[in-house]
């Protein structure tokens, strides 16, 4: 991707709250000085959960997200972590660092939107309220700052910032994001279609929650990837992925 970009003169500027707070925390840096890139999720509205309480979840839950307001399909994939697999996935082409230097940490705040280690082991933040006004101003009016209605963020308010490591267990999506790096090719796109199509079906009842990554990860095994070599083979990954995701959708008993 960036290298296309170079090739045309132009740079790609993230929308995204985590690729944008990445963008930002790069500015002025060298990218061989970068260590990682440490991506926050807020966890989604399920995170407190158990793993036998996710068996009953409706659709109605998984779309109480605690603190961004988001369409339903993204504030689905918040709740799977799908996101956060999906954002893995961008980060590695956005920044061209491979996935293996890309962490995902849960923060329940959405303060920090996400970070950047750099080798002498120092840390750069983004900070800002939930919102994305913020992120889309910042690509469009880079390098300027667009002056927002937005109230200032108030840490004395915030409190605390809290941080762990994300429950693979219990929210297995987001290693399906890593697995369709690591095999590469046609696997991310196959793995995007996947999950349109699961969470369409959990949304209107034709799923439930825990069988969203089984969906994806049984496409992801049927599919054999191949390399891209242009536009076409990524939409007929797309498109395959799509019928054999929705086979696996109605062979599920009801």
């Known amino acids: 991707m960036q290298e296309e970009a170079r090739k045309h003169g132009v740079r790609i500027f993230p929308v995204d709250s985590e690729h944008s707070a990445i963008f930002q925390s790069l500015e002025g840096h060298r990218l061989e000085d970068v260590r990682r ?39 689905i994939d918040s709740a799977t972590l799908m996101n956060k697999g999906l954002e893995v996935v961008e980060a590695r082409w956005l920044f061209d660092i491979g996935e293996s ?29 939930p919102d994305m ?7 469009m009016r880079y390098p300027e700052r667009m002056p927002l ?25 987001l290693n399906l994001g890593y697995e369709s790096l690591r095999i590469g090719g046609t696997m991310p796109a196959a793995m995007n279609a996947a999950n349109e199509v699961a969470v369409d079906a959990f949304l209107n009842g034709g799923l439930r929650f825990i069988e969203i990554a089984d969906v994806i990860r049984n496409t ?35």
């Open 133 to 139: 006004r913020t992120p889309i101003s910042y690509a």
């Open 37 to 75: 890139l440490i991506l926050t999720a807020s966890g989604g509205a399920l995170w407190t959960l158990t793993k036998a309480q996710l068996q009953d979840v409706t659709p109605e839950r998984a779309l109480q997200h605690p603190n961004w307001k988001m369409g339903s399909k993204i504030t």
């Open 101 to 129: 230097r890309i962490d995902v940490l849960i923060h329940r705040e959405s303060i920090i939107h996400s970070l950047v280690e750099y080798e002498d082991r120092s840390m750069i933040a983004q900070l800002g309220l």
């Open 220 to 254: 992801m095994h049927a599919h054999t990837h191949r390399e891209i070599t242009g536009l076409e083979d990524a939409l007929e990954a797309d498109r395959w992925a799509r019928e054999k995701a929705g086979s696996l959708v109605h062979a599920l008993p009801r």
């Open 149 to 173: 209605d937005l109230p200032s963020l108030d840490l004395t308010e915030v409190g605390k910032l809290t941080f762990c490591k994300p429950d693979h267990d219990r929210f297995p999506c």
